[in-house]
């Protein structure tokens, strides 16, 4: 069976840094472009960043260019996020989710998400 | 940026009927979208990959159209377990959008 599962949420500081993390299970890791998708409370879903099946390319929403940065470690089957010079406006379960390219495009896994808390 | 408009932004209907949600894109995307539906708390769950084609495992109730800029995702005999949130995500080109989201509710 397939898992996702997000670590490293938490109540961070404005202008603080956290580092989110998505250990992968039941598939091949490094075949699949994975990504992070948000949800601010009572909003809707956000695609934040994206990064290829080894990693070489990385992809980002405008909102949070700059100061996110995806990556991957695909021997340990892990996806991060780094967040660095957290706004309240950051606030957000984020959850990861793996990119099936080829057979049926589109988010087929998603982990149960992480949530993240700007305030002071 | 592709921008996804999504409508409506909520709904009410009742059980049996048949529900239409529909995605605009700002340009065109192929069939490169999906559906997917959440319900609170949960992590969403895809309904429909390539516009059109149903995921496995979901009912045959739901299908999608469309191509280009215009999408259509229908709810036919609608079930209880189906009030939820629902959304389109382009991955067409980068950054991916989602649309806006359609809630249904109970009528």
């Known amino acids: 069976e397939e898992q996702l599962l997000e670590s490293g949420g938490g109540l961070v500081q404005p202008g603080g840094s956290l580092r989110l993390s998505c250990e992968a299970s039941?598939?091949?890791?490094?075949?699949?472009?994975m990504s992070w998708v948000r949800q601010a409370p009572g909003k809707g879903l956000e695609w934040v960043s994206g990064i290829s099946s080894r990693g070489s390319s990385a992809y980002y929403a405008e909102s949070v260019k700059g100061r996110f940065t995806i990556s991957r470690d695909n021997s340990k089957n892990s996806l991060f996020l780094q967040i660095d010079s957290l706004r309240a406006d950051d606030t957000a379960v984020y959850y990861c989710?793996?990119?099936?390219?080829?057979?049926?495009?589109?988010?087929?896994?998603w982990g149960q998400g992480t949530l993240v808390t700007v305030s002071s | 940026d592709i921008q996804m408009t999504q409508s409506p932004s909520s709904l009410s209907a009742s059980v049996g009927d048949r529900v239409t949600i529909t995605c605009r894109a700002s340009?065109?995307?192929?069939?490169?979208l999906g559906w997917y539906q959440q319900k609170p708390g949960k992590a969403p769950k895809r309904l429909i990959y390539?516009?059109?084609s149903l995921q496995s495992g979901v009912p045959s109730r739901f299908s999608g159209s469309g191509s280009g800029t215009q999408f259509t995702l229908t709810i036919s005999n609608l079930q209880p377990e189906d009030f939820a949130t629902y959304y389109c995500l382009q991955h067409n080109s980068y950054p991916w959008t989602f649309g806006q989201g359609t809630k249904v509710e109970i009528k």
């Open positions: 989710a793996k990119f099936e390219l080829y057979h049926s495009p589109g988010f087929v896994s």
């Open positions: 340009q065109g995307i192929r069939n490169d």
């Open positions: 039941g598939f091949t890791f490094s075949t699949y472009a």
């Open positions: 390539a516009a059109s």
